[in-house]
Structures are given as C-alpha cells and as structure tokens.
C-alpha cells in the first residue's frame, strides 16, 4: 500500500485521472473548504499578513466552546506557501478535516496564529516534503483517522461530513473505520512544535525519511535549550476502532486498546526525534512493526550546561506488537549531558520480537550529576544484538550519579559478533545491573554482558549481571564480566538456567582488575547441568588491592569442564584474600587442562577449591589446586572432594601445596565408594617455601588405589622451611601398583609428616613405595609408617621407608595386620645413611601370619654420639619360613 499511494502521488504531481476528470498540478495546491459546515464554513484570506510576513489566513469555522472546527474538500500547501488558521481568543484546540478523496501534501509552512493546538486529519494521506515546516506555539496531531470522536459518541467525521456537530468539549480519540487509513510520510521535513507541547501522527503506516520532528524553542533560527520538555507521539493503525486520546505528563498523547490492530513505521536515512530539554521530553512509537535504520536516532534527556536541581528526564517508549529494527547504527538515546543537573529518563521497548544490530544502541547513560536511567526491552518471543549495544552508565569522569539497570525479558536472546550489553561507572557513583530472564534460551556468540567499575579514577560499585533462563550458552571469546577497575566493589554474575549452561570459549568474570581497590564479586551458577570447555574461564580473581571473590557452582546433574577453568586467583602484586571454588553437582569431570584454581600468587590466603559430587568425581588431565605460589604470603586453602567415586588420571595435579611465605593447604578427599589415582597423577600437600606442609586425608568406604607413576606428596622440599604434611588413608582397600606412592619426608629444614594407613581388608603395595625419609642435608625428624589392616603385602620392589639420610633421627615403620603380612621382594626400611646425624626408627610388626620371601630389611647404627655407623644388615629369608610376632 505504501508504495502504491507514494506512486500515486508522484502522479499526481504533474497529471492525475480521478473519476474521469483530470486535474492539472495546480489541483493540488489548492485549499478548497467543502460545504459541510455550511454558514460556519471556512474561508481562506489569502494575502494575509501573519506575523510580519505574507500568509494565507484560514478564518470562519465552526465554535463549540474552546474548538474551533474547519472542514475541507482539499488542503494542500504548496512550496514557499505559508498557510495559517486564524486563532480568535477563547478557541485552544482547532480542528480540520478534509472530506474529498486526496491525500494532503504539506511542502510549505502550516501554522496557527496562535497559541491553539491543531489537528489535521485526511483519510486518505499526508505528505510532509522536503521544505515542509510547523509554526504552531501548541501541540500538533496529524491523521489519517475517519474522524475525532468526543464525549457522547460526536464524531467530527472526514468520511460522514453530514453528522450534526453538536456542544462538545474534549476529544477522546481517532475513529479509524473499515478502509484501510491513508500513510502519513515525512520527506526531509524539519517539523518542530514549541516547548511543552506534543508532536503526533496518527496514520496507518507512517514513512519518516530524512525528517527531523522536534520539540524544540528557536532563537534566530537556531534551537536552544528548553526548560520543559515536550512529547513526540508517533502511531499506525491497520484496523476498525479508536485511537485514544489522553494527557501524560499534562501533555497530549495517544494511547492504543489491545484490540486495535496496527500497521508499520519506518525511519529511515538519518532521521532525528528530538525532545532534549532540561525537564521531560517523551517519544512514544506504537506500531505493528517499528523500524529505525540508516542512522536514525532518538533522542531524550537533558541538554548539557543546563542546571535546574529536580530536573528529570522523559522516556522513550517503543511499543510494537509484532517486530522492531534498529539498525545500521541508528541510535536511541537518553542522556544527562555534561555540565548538566538531573536525573536521566528510561528506554523502553515492549514486542514480540527486538534486533539491534550493525552499529545500533540503545542509551540511557549520564555524563552530568544525576542518575542514568533504565533500558527495559520486554519481547514475548526473541531478543538480537548482532554488533548493537544497549547501555545505562556513568560515561565521564566528571559525572555524578548512579548508573541504570539494563533488563531484557524476553523468550530468547542472542547477543553476538562484538554486542555488548553495559552497565558501568566512570565518575562518581554505583554502575547498575544487566538483568536477563529469557524463558527458553540466551546465547552469547562474541558479544558480552558487563557491568563495571571502568576507571581507576572512579569511585562506585559495580552492578550485577544477572540471567535468568532455561539454557545459556556462552562462545566465541563472549563474555560475562563484573569487574572493578577502580575505588569500589565488583558486582556479581549470578546465572539460573532450568536446563543447562554452556561456556564453550567464552567467560565469566568477577574480578578486583589493575589498579582498583576494592572486593571482587562472586560468579554463581544454578542449572541442569554445566559444560566449561575450550579455554572457557569462570574467575573471580584479584589482581590489585581487595579480596578475590566466589565461584559458587550448584548443578543439578553434571559438571564438565573440558579445557576450561573455574579460579579465583590472588594474582602476583595484588593484597587480598583469594574467595572459594565451590562444585556442588551429580557428576563433576574436569578434562583435557582444565582447572579449578584457588591460588595466591600475590599477598593473601589462597581460598578453598569444595567439591560436593554426589555420584561421581573425574580428572584426566586436569587440576584443582588451592596452593601458595612462589613469592606469595599467605595460606593455601584446602582442597575438599566429596563424592561417590573419584577417579584421577593422566597426570592430574590436585595441590594444596605452598612455594612461598605460608603454610600449605590440606587435601581432604571423601567417597562413598572408591578413589582411584592412575597415569601419573599427582596430590601434593607439600612445602616448597617457607611454610608448613598441608595434610593429604582420604576416607573411601571401598577401596583406595594409586597406579602407573601416581603419587601423593606432604613433604618439606629442598630448600623448604616447615613441617611436613600427614597422609591419612581410611578405607576398605589400599593398592599402591607401579606407582611413585606416598611420600611424607623432608629434604628441607622441618620434620617429616606420618604416614597412617587404616585399611579394614588388605593393603597392598607392588613396586610402590611408602616413604617418611628425611633426605640429604635435610634437617629434621623422620615421621612414621603406620599402616592398620587385616592383610598387608609388599612386592616387586615395593619399599615402606622411614630413614634419615640427613640431620635428625629417622621415624618408625609399624604394621598391625590382623591376619597376615607377605613381603615378596619387598623393603622395609628405618635405615641411618652414611652421612646422616640421629636415630634409626623400629620396625614393628604385629600380625598373626607373616610371610617373608627375598625381603630387603636395612636398619642402620650409630654410636654413642649419634653419627651414623657403617654396618648394614640384610635378613633374606626362604618362602618356606612363616612366623608369627
């Protein structure tokens, strides 16, 4: 339709057939009262003088109290015309109506001389060219409606002019009737109104191309600032009903019933709406279908350099039933300005389905002393940023205020390809939230979500990013961030998704950034089940001054991280206490690199990595380490797994260890059924700096196993300062098979740790090896074996070692086996070395059966002064011998 009438038009222009009679061009320019009013009929002066220039002075009409009605065959304004309504004293609102079949073309000045509001309404069109412009010191409302409704059902009607006009009063609507309302189109027009006042159209599409609509005060033809801002009120109607009239704000506006269907509205090549002023300013669109492309903007809030205290922007609401664009970098915009008092306005959308995309934003932001306001997009079914943005922030330095909340409530939302969904502060004040509920999915595929503290010469808190919905998937180098750069507190990222969550190279981030003092927030997750993979980071981490925040993760059914990570890291140079990873999960598997990492590399205790899997807990090539890094001061934390069955492969790190100033943390590891360390993996507790070794506990009601190179370390390392480390293992079964084992020495300047085996069945050690040692140039006492069991064998050069090889006294090795102990080319150990200062540990045996067969046994002697002596010893005996001690 549209593009039919704008044919026709330009048919029009030059010849037009109309029922058999042609009409030359000058038909068009015409303004042609009809008879319809009869002695109250309208008149045109032409070669008035209006306001110092020559006019044609529309007169006559119609009055009914404070209206003034016109009537209209034809009403054109030709270029360079400047047509106006006489305004006698009393009328407030003036009324015109053209009841001929053509649509209106206004190409010059249409105005009132006056201070009354006018309505034009011609069904069948209205065209505002390229020279078009409004002098009107009231509000303005053009339709393509039937007719204005008023109270008792009056109708001033353009398609039944025969209706009595009778004593009315207010207008409540626009009638629309069963033909389809003519298009109002705006080309290149400048259409402005005064301050305070309202700009409708009323149409059924309406086609902005190239305009400029305004509420604006001219000073010598230039805009300057208004202290009340005005309204900009744009409507399409596609069906049978009324359009209603009412006041917002003390300013006329339009307001849709639910069951009245709409039609389009399109701004296109740079086309501005502009209501700035220093208090109020509103645009409202409501359509079927709203696009605003080609650099089109709208724009609200507050001029800079104006200062009025109490000052409040107005808002710019969209409202389409079906579909809104904004595209190829349009803008809509509700800003404070700099230099400027007051608080910022909302951006609102509400639809079935939004894109913002190619450039696009969406604005509510201050860069003066007050409050940003809100974006809020309500869309039933989808949500798109594709290289769009929406954003309420703090943007300058010199600003003063609290950021706005971002909120998107839709069905689905996809933010991609460099998209940003921004909350943040700059200046002086709180940055808001990014809320989220999508109620099937939200994709992140390269675009972000973020609220931050941006500056480190800002002061403020940063907001949360907060998503609701029943899956997440973050990719593509997307990001979910909430991070302080500058003097206050990270914000949080908290997530519930009903189903699942996917972070396939994409983040979230909670962290204390360069430069900044203040805490990090926390990174909560809530869903069905989670997937962390290739190069995936969940951190919330600090790298300044402030203590690092959580990571809380609770899913429901399964865990994954496949090349991704979970940290909250106390970086190098940075003074804080690192927060705690926490799993709360059916099934946990961390693969392929991936980390869980409580780690302080900087000042300040490392925080816990807490594992709470109800069936099971799998590394292959993984880590979960809560350790103190070289050149840190602090504590590690502990390293706590809870589950069904553990299993540790392919060279996996769990690490409470320490390699700076702090003691290290402990590994508590508890299942329900079985633990299983296999291919080289490794738990170590140990001391590497100065700082006491941590404590490795393992309680598995089945069975404990470590294969193939695996081993679990508290030990005081070369060069280390402090106390080694226990290892405790309570459990039905321990095997140690081809295995490094379990090592609790020293070879620094410390005592060694015990090493406590509780085994209900069997303890089984083949080339394995248990070792409490203190090591070459070590200074320090040996800790004991003790090992608790119904039946231990030792095999295939496995060795149970409690020797000092340095200075202090070596531990003992103590077996209490129910029912048997078999050593079948097995050591055992309490051994003094050569070049070592203290005792020899026992060896004490208590079991009902022991089997020896090409055991080693070494114990060492010293003399009086407790240097070590040169003897060695070696009992072998043959498989024939079976005693009991």
């Known amino acids: 339709m549209t593009q039919n009438w704008h044919d026709w038009v330009c048919l029009g222009l030059t010849t037009l057939a109309v029922g058999g009679t042609w009409l030359d061009s000058t038909a068009l320019a015409q303004i042609t009262p009809d008879d319809t009013l009869g002695a109250e009929g309208s008149r045109v002066r032409s070669n008035a003088t209006v306001q110092g220039e020559p006019a044609d002075l529309i007169e006559g009409g119609a009055v009914r109290n404070a209206n003034l009605f016109h009537s209209f065959q034809e009403f054109n304004v030709e270029e360079q015309q400047r047509v106006y309504f006489d305004n006698p004293a009393g009328i407030d609102n003036i009324f015109s109506r053209v009841t001929g079949g053509n649509p209106s073309n206004i190409l010059g000045t249409l105005g009132v001389d006056g201070a009354a509001n006018l309505f034009l309404l011609n069904p069948n069109g209205i065209l505002f060219g390229a020279n078009a412009s409004l002098d009107v010191q009231g509000s303005f409302l053009a339709t393509t409606g039937n007719g204005f409704l008023f109270e008792n059902n009056e109708v001033f009607s353009a398609t039944s002019p025969e209706a009595p006009l009778l004593a009315v009063s207010v207008p409540l609507g626009v009638q629309y009737g069963a033909n389809p309302p003519g298009a109002i189109t705006v080309q290149g027009s400048a259409l402005r109104v005064n301050e305070a006042q309202s700009l ?17 005060l001219l000073q010598n033809g230039q805009v300057v600032g208004l202290r009340e801002g005005g309204r900009i009120d744009i409507g399409a109607v596609a069906g049978v009903g009324t359009l209603e009239l009412s006041e917002t704000n003390n300013l006329l506006s339009l307001r849709f019933p639910e069951d009245l269907a709409r039609a389009d509205v399109r701004l296109t090549d740079t086309t501005t709406l502009d209501v700035r002023a220093n208090n109020g300013g509103d645009i409202a669109i409501a359509a079927q279908n709203i696009d605003i492309l080609e650099g089109s903007s ?15 922007a107005g808002d710019i609401r969209l409202d389409a039933t079906n579909a809104i664009r904004i595209d190829q970098r349009s803008l809509l915009n509700n800003v404070v300005g700099s230099d400027t008092v007051g608080a910022g306005g909302t951006v609102e959308i509400t639809t079935d389905t939004l894109q913002v995309s190619n450039g696009a934003q969406l604005s509510a932001s201050t860069f003066g002393r007050g409050d940003a306001g809100n974006v809020i997009i309500d869309a039933r079914d989808r949500v798109s940023f594709n290289n769009g943005s929406a954003f309420s922030s703090v943007e300058s330095l010199e600003a003063v205020g609290t950021g706005g909340n971002v909120e998107i409530t839709t069905g689905t939302l996809r933010v991609s390809n460099g998209a940003g969904l921004v909350t943040r502060t700059f200046g002086q004040g709180n940055a808001g939230n990014v809320i989220i509920n999508a109620r099937d999915r939200a994709v992140f595929d390269g675009g972000s979500a973020f609220t931050n503290v941006a500056s480190s010469e800002a002061i403020g808190t940063g907001g949360n990013v907060e998503i609701t919905t029943g899956s997440l998937r973050v990719s593509n180098r997307a990001a979910l961030n909430a991070i302080t750069f500058g003097q206050g ?20 981030v909670s962290n204390v950034g360069v430069g900044a003092v203040g805490t990090g927030g926390n990174v909560e997750i809530t869903t069905g089940s989670l997937r962390v993979s290739s ?18 993760i609770n899913v429901r059914d399964r865990v994954s991280f496949d090349g991704g990570s979970a940290r909250s890291v106390v970086e190098s140079g940075a003074i804080g206490t690192g927060g705690r990873v926490e799993v709360t999960t059916g099934t946990l598997e961390v693969s392929n690199g991936a980390a869980l990492n409580a780690t302080t590399r900087g000042q300040g205790d490392a925080g816990d990595v807490v594992i709470n899997a109800r069936d099971r807990v799998s590394f292959d ?10 050149e840190a001061v602090g504590t590690g934390g502990t390293v706590e797994i809870t589950t069904g069955t553990l299993q540790v492969n392919n060279e996996t790190l769990l690490s409470a260890s320490t390699r700076g100033q ?10 329900r059924d079985r633990v299983s360390f296999d291919g080289g993996s490794i738990l170590s507790a140990s001391t590497f700096g100065e700082g006491n070794a941590g404590d490795i506990i393992i309680n598995a009601r089945d069975r404990v196993s470590f294969d193939n190179l695996s081993d679990a370390s508290t030990e005081v390392r070369s060069d280390a300062i402090g106390t080694g480390g226990d290892i405790v293992i309570t459990t039905r079964a321990l095997s140690v098979t081809n295995a490094l084992g379990l090592f609790a020495g020293t070879s620094g300047q410390g005592d060694a740790g015990d090493i406590i085996i509780n085994a209900r069945d069997r303890v089984s050690f083949d080339f394995g090896f248990v070792s409490t040692r203190v090591g070459l140039d070590a200074i320090g006492t040996g800790g004991d074996v003790v090992i608790t069991t119904r039946a231990l064998s030792v095999t295939n050069g496995a060795e149970l070692l409690a020797e000092t090889s340095g200075r202090g006294g070596a531990g003992d090795v103590i077996i209490n086996a129910r029912d048997r102990v078999s050593f079948d080319f097995g050591f055992v150990s309490t051994d003094v070395g050569s070049n070592a200062i203290g005792a020899g540990g026992d060896v004490v045996i208590t079991t009902r059966v022991l089997s020896v067969t090409m055991v080693h046994y070494s114990q060492r002697l010293v003399d009086e002064g407790g240097r070590a002596m040169s003897s060695f010893a070696v009992l072998s005996l043959p498989p024939s011998l079976i005693a009991a001690s």
């Not at 409708?200 to 509420?215: K, P, Q």
């Not at 507190?489 to 979230?508: E, H, K, L, M």
């Open 200 to 216: 409708i159209l009323a149409g059924g599409e309406v086609l902005l191309e190239d305009a400029s609509l305004a509420v604006a």
């Open 298 to 312: 709208l724009l609200a809030g507050i001029f800079g350099g104006l200062e009025f205290p109490g000052s409040q």
């Open 489 to 508: 507190n990270a914000g949080n990222i908290i997530i519930n998704a009903r189903n699942r969550v996917t972070f396939d190279g994409g983040s979230a």
């Open 535 to 552: 190069g995936a980071a969940l951190s919330a981490s600090t790298v300044a001054r402030g203590d690092a925040g959580n990571i809380i």
């Open 621 to 630: 090539f993984g880590s979960a380490v809560s350790s103190v890094g070289s």
């Open 662 to 671: 702090g003691d290290a943390g402990d590994i508590i590891i508890n299942a």
